[in-house]
């Protein structure tokens, strides 16, 4: 299996390469425009499959979360869909960049500059995602409309071959997330959430951007008050949804943040591997980082680098893979036909990157940079000194920078510490192992050895196979510029583990540890794609290689379905890792879900919502944020564990906002307890714990009463439910 040849240019345009004969997409300023050639078939109809298929993906994933279908309902995510594929495709033609996986990556492209601006939309004119997606579809149609250049335009010959393997990994990713997507009707019979506990935090921020009663609120766990520095691009797509498909934030992030983020993660994958080996190599490239087993399935066996299992966990993780691997995509299509559009186009995606999934941010940054000065070093150009000398400031800069961040130089060798930490999630003979070379290692030597175990930890078999294949790759002669990329993410790796800070949550493994997952995927699939091309094969046609390798595509997740119908890939390791018990499928409170749904359908704008004792206090999880999950309602103060651990207006709003909450509690009477709530503008009180709140003892006050909660309520704005009492 060869890599495609180099694409045929005419003077009338250029020639895109696809399975069957060449077909102009791109005429000369001069041509005249006719429709019959514009609406072909063979440009419009694997468009119509593509969109379908991702729609109907959706669709289905949103019918299982309790939906009930109707027009408006499924047609949002079609909307959707094509909105997204056409921003990606007329960005990719206007910076002058061919991808051979067209669709996949039109779409992928497009979600990652669709989320930045969905969210610069959403908090400069402090609207809706959907109504963010409204502005920016009318902007798109108004260009399209306005600009002779979009009128002609049309979209690049696409291979059935990319229909084929979206059906077959939507088909995958449907199949494993199912029961996530189905968790909502089955809530409210108090079943365990099949995901981690972090999803009520995702639902909380998918609420703050997508449903009208939590969009004027800012900080939705904190009302009233900015939202913190974090990179909400993620939630923005599945936050457009929320109005037509009436769902909860936790709903959303389940049926589709999570399904949509595969999608995206395994698209771009395919679409980089696609542009440097082939359609046919980059369907086995992405099964076996797909279906293999990952990481922490063999050799170190390591729970904490479980790749199947953090990328369930953090369901952002595959939106930034993607976007990141289309990023790279660009750097190498530009390097590749020496042009400027196509690197603008990765910058553009790059920076996309720190607002959908920091952690890979700090990863991609500086290993593309690095690359891209390697390129352009390389390139037959003059002038090349500035060019690299900036790649390596901006990489010097970051390092500085992160140095900078700590307190003291001798927390570099806090990383001895973190991969000793990691080494007790797993077999005991590797922390036996590493104690007895800790006592005659000086700390230099310890700190080389703790950086090739972090390598191995994200690598695996991959560590051993990466030089292999480069030693393989350079005999034959066949090295090229871009293949210093998975080098140069090895590299920001090391760094990372080295350098990384603690962040703001004082988790010393955020940047440390999340960002493995692109490290996994890209150096994984670059290995299995340069083995597989220094293979000899049956001298096959191209189309007939793709046809086979789709077939093998297609059976191979037939057979992981069948065989994995009972696994649950988001399961974390317990067997070394018991505290990771705790947060996977955690038991439902009983009455929770009804609570949230009672909320969230009498709720109005402007509504604020409070719970007292540990609900509120929380430090990353608490009842109330489950609560304000499910209600769409923004907390009056919450996570005030987590505030108390920092400094500043924050800490002393949270405190001022407990001492009223407490005050709630202390009343002796519900009608002077809801004056209370009304004088802090608060609406809602929610009491899950028996025998509370003292005022009303027996619940005979509640709005709303269900298992251990019961809801009370203060009367809207306008409507003032004290002064009846």
């Given amino acids: 299996m060869e890599a495609e040849a180099p694409y045929n240019t ?65 047609s949002a995510p079609l909307a959707g869909v094509l909105v997204t594929t056409l921003t990606g495709a007329l960005l990719l033609d206007l910076a002058g960049t061919t991808a051979v996986a067209a669709l996949p990556a039109a779409l992928v492209v497009g979600a990652g500059v669709l989320m930045s601006v969905l969210l610069l939309l959403a908090v400069l004119l402090d609207v809706t995602a959907q109504t963010a997606f409204l502005i920016w579809t009318a902007c798109l149609v108004m260009v399209m409309v306005a600009i002779p250049r979009f009128r ?30 189905a968790f909502m009707p089955a809530a409210l019979h108090n079943a365990p959430m099949p995901a981690w506990s972090d999803y009520f935090v995702h639902g909380t921020n998918i609420a703050s951007f997508g449903d009208p009663l939590a969009i004027k609120e800012g900080n939705i766990l904190l009302a009233n008050t900015r939202r913190p520095l974090y990179h909400y691009g993620s939630y923005l797509l599945a936050g457009a949804l929320q109005p037509s498909s009436g769902l909860s934030g936790l709903g959303l992030a389940l049926a589709t943040m999570q399904p949509q983020s595969l999608l995206i993660g395994a698209l771009g994958l395919y679409a980089l ?37 953090l990328l369930y966990a953090a369901p952002g993780s595959g939106y930034a893979i993607g976007v990141g691997m289309a990023s790279a995509l660009c750097v190498q299509e530009g390097g590749r036909a020496k042009r400027l559009g196509p690197h603008l186009l990765g910058l553009l995606l790059l920076l996309s990157i720190s607002m959908i999934r920091l952690h890979m941010f700090a990863l991609l940054a500086p290993a593309l940079a690095g690359t891209w000065a390697i390129i352009v070093w390389r390139a037959p150009v003059r002038r090349k000194w500035p060019v690299v000398l900036g790649c390596f400031a901006l990489v010097l800069a970051a390092a500085v920078a992160l140095l900078a961040w700590r307190s003291d130089l001798r927390e570099l060798f ?23 070379q800790e006592g005659w290692m000086p700390m230099a030597l310890q700190l080389v050895l703790v950086l090739a175990l972090a390598l191995v930890f994200g690598l695996a078999g991959f560590a051993v196979i990466l030089p292999v294949v480069v030693f393989l790759w350079v005999r034959a002669r066949r090295w090229a510029e871009f293949d210093w990329f998975p080098w140069a993410l090895c590299g920001t790796y090391v760094l990372l583990i080295l350098l990384g800070p603690t962040w703001l949550n004082t988790d010393a493994s955020e940047l440390k540890h999340r960002h493995f997952l692109l490290l996994y995927a890209a150096v994984g699939s670059w290995c299995v794609a340069r083995a597989l091309q220094l293979v000899t094969v049956v001298a096959w046609d191209q189309a007939k290689v793709e046809r086979v390798a789709l077939l093998v595509f297609a059976l191979t997740i037939s057979l992981v379905m069948i065989g994995g119908h009972r696994a649950e890939p988001g399961h974390p390791m317990v067997r070394y890792m018991p505290w990771a018990g705790t947060f996977y499928k955690s038991p439902n409170e009983p009455g929770l879900a009804q609570a949230g749904a009672y909320i969230h359908s009498h709720a109005v704008p402007g509504d604020l919502l409070m719970m007292g004792g540990q609900a509120m206090r929380g430090y990353i999880m608490s009842r109330q ?18 505030l108390e651990k920092q400094t500043g207006p924050m800490a002393d709003v949270a405190a001022t906002r407990s001492a009223a909450v407490a005050r709630v509690e202390a009343a002796t009477s519900w009608p002077e307890a809801c004056r209370r709530m009304r004088e802090v503008g608060v609406r809602w009180y929610a009491e899950n714990r028996q025998g509370l709140p003292q005022w009303d003892t027996g619940r005979e006050h509640a709005a709303m009463n269900s298992g251990d909660f019961a809801v009370y309520d203060a009367g809207t704005r306008d409507q003032d439910r004290c002064a009846t009492l």
């Avoid at 071959?161 to 997330?177: E, N, P, Q, R, S």
């Avoid at 980059?282 to 399935?297: E, F, H, M, T």
């Avoid at 991969?419 to 797993?426: E, I, P």
Wanted: charged letters at 15%.
């Fill in 10 to 74: 005419a003077p009338s345009g250029r020639i895109h390469r696809y399975c069957g004969p060449p077909i102009v997409t791109r005429t000369t300023r001069h041509a005249r425009f006719v429709p019959m050639t514009y609406f072909r078939s063979s440009h419009w109809l694997p468009w119509l499959a593509f969109v379908m298929t991702v729609t109907l993906f959706i669709d289905v994933l949103l019918v299982l979360s309790g939906v009930t279908p109707g027009v408006r309902q499924m």
């Fill in 152 to 181: 002609r335009w049309r979209p690049a010959p696409s291979s059935w071959t990319d229909v084929g393997a979206t059906v077959c990994l939507a088909a995958l990713i449907g199949f494993f997330c199912r029961d996530m997507a």
């Fill in 273 to 309: 591997i696609a542009q440097l080996s082939g359609r046919a190599i980059a369907l086995i490239a992405v099964l076996c980082i797909a279906c293999l087993p990952g990481p922490s399935r063999y050799w170190m066996q390591n729970g904490f680098y479980d790749f199947h299992w």
């Fill in 414 to 436: 806090h990383s001895v510490q973190y991969v000793k930490d990691v080494l007790a999630f797993g077999p005991p003979r590797f922390q036996a192992f590493y104690h007895q």
């Fill in 625 to 642: 944020t489950e609560l304000v999950s499910l209600a769409d309602v923004a907390a009056y103060v919450g996570r005030v564990e987590l």
